[in-house]
């Protein structure tokens, strides 16, 4: 064992460290130079079997040689270390300048966009949003609001029924009324009177039901708006007011409405209300070089229906007419949509595709 030897063995492992040019490489090399097997550990195995006068000498070597290797060692694998996490700081950096939304964030659908527009024009005057049940009670749906026992609404080609009644009208299961997918929103206008204090002033938007099949211009699951306005001294022309502000607050400072007489059972008088066409403002009436598709050129759009509060209704909802009146409107948000953003299938608005709700945007 002699003393070149040792050098060369010290050596050749700092030259290893020295070339580990990563920390793979370092590891492989602290194997191959400290491990078990590598020449300085035997060497250190052999001082045993020296002459007694050798032994002394060849540990102080050996140990030395060893003291400058892993000295070494832990040199480098502080410096490739820090090489490394330098490295890594550049190419695992995330640039916070980048656009951040590459996956889109989700808009919700243009119809509760509709729906919840429609209804912050009324909370705006003070109205509460009020709501009821899809699976609804049959005398909610119907009875309470006036309809008799055989109105052509109640049949099952208009109404799911959930829960029947017999052909005479009386319900399947004995003192208990039919339960329906509601038709309409107007029955939370009789719930809101049974849980209320009066004066009630509340809008309803909800999705409502009827069995019809989804062509362009029909769907059997779609959404309506619905207000009640129930005080002392509530007239016809504070319904027409409130209409107008409606459509002004939609559509323009210069729209306006219009009632036609029509009957539904829970108002008296009822009518239907027409507004301005909101693209040609009437303007295409008559004047055969300027029509107008949305209209037909009829110059008024249907909304939907309205009226004065039946007696009937505040009776069966236990308030006084004598005392209190009212008036109530509703009417279809898909419609509304169609007609306000020129959709022509009623079919896009349910079936789901991003393409349809796109250009409708991000409003939240
Ligand atoms: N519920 C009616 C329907 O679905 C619409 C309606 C008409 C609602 C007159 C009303 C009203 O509140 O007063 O066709």
Not at 259 to 278: G, H, I, K, Q, V
Not at 351 to 357: A, H
Request: proline residues 6%.
């Amino acid at each position: 064992m002699k003393p070149e030897e040792i050098e060369r063995m010290r050596d050749e492992a700092l030259a290893a460290f020295a070339a580990a040019g990563d920390l793979d490489a370092l590891q492989a090399a602290k194997v191959a130079h400290t491990g078990g097997t590598s020449p300085l550990a035997l060497a250190n195995r052999e001082i045993g079997a020296l002459p007694p006068q050798a032994k002394a000498e060849a540990g102080k070597r050996i140990g030395q040689a060893r003291g400058a290797v892993s000295k070494a060692l832990a040199a480098r694998q502080t410096e490739l270390e820090a090489e490394r996490d330098a490295r890594v700081l550049v190419e695992e950096a995330v640039d916070v300048t980048l656009p951040y939304d590459r996956v889109p964030a989700g808009a919700r659908h243009p119809l509760t966009t509709m729906m919840e527009r429609v209804a912050d024009v009324f909370v705006s005057m003070g109205y509460e949003i009020a709501e009821g049940p899809e699976v609804e009670a049959e005398w909610f749906n119907f009875d309470a609001l006036n309809f008799v026992p055989d109105h052509p609404a109640r049949q099952t080609q208009d109404t799911f029924f959930v829960q029947g009644t017999r052909e005479d009208g009386k319900p399947t299961v004995d003192d208990e009324s039919g339960i329906v997918l509601r038709t309409h929103t107007s029955p939370v206008q009789a719930r809101a009177l049974l849980s209320r204090e009066l004066p009630v002033y509340i809008v309803c938007p909800g999705r409502v039901y009827r069995t019809d099949e989804l062509d362009a211009t029909h769907t059997p699951v779609f959404h309506q708006i619905e207000l009640l306005a129930i005080d002392e001294g509530l007239t016809m022309s504070d319904l027409k007011g409130t209409l107008d502000h409606m459509v002004q607050a939609l559509f323009g400072a210069d729209m306006k409405t219009r009632l036609r007489p029509n009957y539904f059972p829970f108002t008296e008088p009822s009518a239907e209300m027409d507004m301005l066409c909101y693209v040609c403002r009437g303007e295409s009436v008559g004047n055969e070089e300027r029509p107008c598709r949305t209209c037909s050129s009829e110059g008024w759009i249907e909304l939907g229906g309205c009226g004065m509060v039946n007696p009937r209704v505040l009776t069966a909802c236990g308030v006084d007419p004598e005392k209190y009146s009212g008036f109530a409107f509703g009417f279809g948000i898909e419609r509304m949509l169609m007609f306000r953003h020129n959709v022509e299938d009623m079919r896009d608005m349910v079936e789901g595709d991003v393409r349809f709700t796109r250009p409708f945007g991000m409003e939240i």
